[in-house]
């Protein structure tokens, strides 16, 4: 079946510094992506929707410029958290939408990135 | 705007207890509804969806109906299990362009004692 890879899985990274997370779509072509954070023992929220070959559209509150999303091809997303700071620190997660039976959609996750900003 | 409202955790069970966990909805039009579960540091799996009214989405012995008059859809298990120890998501998605753009819940951490 259809599946969704981040990379790195946990990453450590120091204040101040940048770290790009990867979401890939494995076996399906996906023009939509979004991108979720998880903090401790809460829910997730969207930071944005990712769209390929146009900008993505963050969500009320998150900013563009700290959080950068690229997403050049139907199976690749990036999220690159810039100048990260130690409130950074969080499980970010991504998800995939494709088509199937010809009309219905259905969302991939993939496993989840731990960002540590020491 | 849309928002998702779950029973507030832990829920603590022994084996074989009868498990249900509240799920309510707001949202405009006829959103999609989903259970997902999220196992100790791991992503999200897709427990169970169901995108109409009374559509009933089922899976290894975990069920949950669409009503739309309460706009409701809980979760509910008849016997749970030890491995069914983990955090739960209920969550909608609206149609159109924005389908899998999800709101979630606020999770519910479920603990099963043997």
């Known amino acids: 079946g259809a599946v969704v890879s981040q990379h790195p899985s946990w990453v450590i990274c120091k204040s101040g510094t940048s770290v790009k997370i990867e979401c890939r779509s494995l076996?399906?072509?996906?023009?939509?992506m979004f991108w979720y954070r998880q903090f401790p023992k809460q829910s997730l929220m969207l930071m944005a929707t990712?769209?390929?070959?146009?900008?993505?559209?963050?969500e009320q509150g998150v900013e563009k410029d700290k959080f950068l999303i690229n997403h050049a091809s139907l199976t690749l997303s990036t999220l690159t958290v810039t100048s990260a700071h130690p409130e950074d620190s969080s499980f970010y997660i991504c998800s995939a939408r494709t088509w199937t039976d010809g009309s219905r959609n259905t969302i991939y996750f993939g496993e989840g990135s731990w960002l540590t900003v020491v | 705007g849309d928002s998702v409202t779950q029973m507030e955790g832990p829920v603590t069970l022994s084996e074989e207890a009868f498990l249900t966990i509240n799920c309510t909805y707001t949202?405009?039009?006829?959103?999609?509804l989903f259970w997902y579960v999220q196992y100790p540091g791991e992503g999200l799996q897709l427990l169970l969806k169901?995108?109409?009214?009374?559509d009933k989405g089922s899976n290894k012995g975990f069920e949950a109906t669409y009503r739309k008059e309460t706009t409701s859809f809980h979760l509910e298990k008849g016997s749970v299990q030890v491995s069914d120890s983990a955090v739960y998501f209920c969550?909608?998605?609206?149609?159109?362009?924005?389908?899998?753009?999800?709101?979630f819940g606020q999770g519910t951490i479920l603990t099963v004692h043997p």
């Open positions: 169901a995108t109409k009214a009374d």
């Open positions: 949202a405009t039009g006829y959103p999609s």
């Open positions: 969550a909608l998605s609206t149609g159109g362009t924005s389908y899998g753009k999800l709101t």
């Open positions: 990712s769209n390929e070959g146009s900008k993505a559209t963050y």
């Open positions: 076996d399906f072509q996906a023009t939509t």
